[in-house]
């Protein structure tokens, strides 16, 4: 006679089989956010005179097929993308409204994220996710050179098209990072003449501290492929060059999602340069994520994003060849290496990273 189960333990498979499609279609969500950025629908939303726009006034303004719109909006809502709204007005049509969360979709707006959706879910970075098996096996190959025979920085190099998209994506973070850092932990550039921003892509990062820190005098750090393409901005000097060999003499030496892309010998190379390039009177700020170590003390706000951290340590397994997130113990080891003698962390607001500053 076959096992007889209870009733229970179906109804908890059936829950975990709720929780298994949630993985087996996981992609679903991402190419829908994408599709919607790639339509401009937020833009559209946004700029309607009316606080909501109908179905029909939205594929008017888009020029798309109705009926296919009304089941991407369908699901976006479902996920509190977007908001559907009720109307008296057209026949009981479905109107939309953005939401917090479609606003962070607007390509134009200082807090948009879409750049960063964007390279995440281009073909090229998507590509490395089917290797990652490849990543961990013993004496596993690369991920990305699994799936594009380069690593991630020969193959931006090779393609301006890709490059772009990268910084890009790093600039719009790099918006919404520093206005955080500037107006919550302005403290680290006290007492401080000059910044150099190693590894800084088209200077973003130095654009905003220069404007809200004038006396500052930014210098935007990178590779020369990478600082010929940037566009002159006021208070900021571009200066091309190799951060393994030299790093432009400042009196402190600024790091965003860099050292996250390394391996620990690599860090303490780049880190020595800077140790080099601020002297004994300079400092090191670094702007990275922290994962936390068992339940760990971070405040409620921090533990918001611990999720997004680990994330990001998948992402440094897929994308880059020896990169990884760091708990606090293996920053500090990294950097007191590299002859910083001192440390203090303190997390960013709204934002998975966390700001180190470390002295000689």
Known sequence: ???????????GEKEEEAVIYKYIF???????????????IAEAIESHHDAAITLSQLSSALNCEASMLHRIMRFLTRCNIFRQVSTTTHDGEPAYSNTP????????????MAALFML??????????????????ANGTSSFEKAHGKDVWAYAQASAEHSELINEAMACDARRVMREIVEHCREAFEGVGSVVDVGGGNGTAMRVLATACPWLRCIN??????VSAAPEMEGVEHVGGDMFVSVPKADAAFLMWVL??????????????????????????????????????????????KDVGLMLDMVMMAHTNIGKERTEREWEYVIKEAG?????????????????????
Do not use: Y
């Open 1 to 11: 006679m076959g096992e007889t189960k209870e009733i229970g333990e179906f109804d």
């Open 26 to 40: 996981g992609f679903v969500e991402m190419a829908a956010v994408k599709c919607a950025i790639e339509l401009n």
């Open 101 to 112: 969360l479609s606003r962070l979709l607007i390509k134009k707006s200082d807090g948009s």
């Open 120 to 137: 995440e879910s281009s073909p090229v970075m998507v590509a490395s996710w089917h290797n990652l098996s490849a990543r961990v096996r």
């Open 221 to 226: 750090f990178d590779v020369p492929h990478v």
């Open 260 to 305: 996250h892309d390394w391996g620990d010998e690599e860090c303490i190379g780049i880190l020595k340069r800077c140790r080099e390039a601020v002297g004994e009177k300079g400092r090191l700020i670094i702007a990275e994520a922290v994962i936390e170590e068992g339940q760990g003390t971070m405040k409620e706000e921090g533990k918001k994003l």
């Open 340 to 360: 910083f003698t001192t440390l203090s962390l303190r997390h960013i607001p709204s934002s998975v990273k966390s700001l180190i500053i470390a002295f000689p």
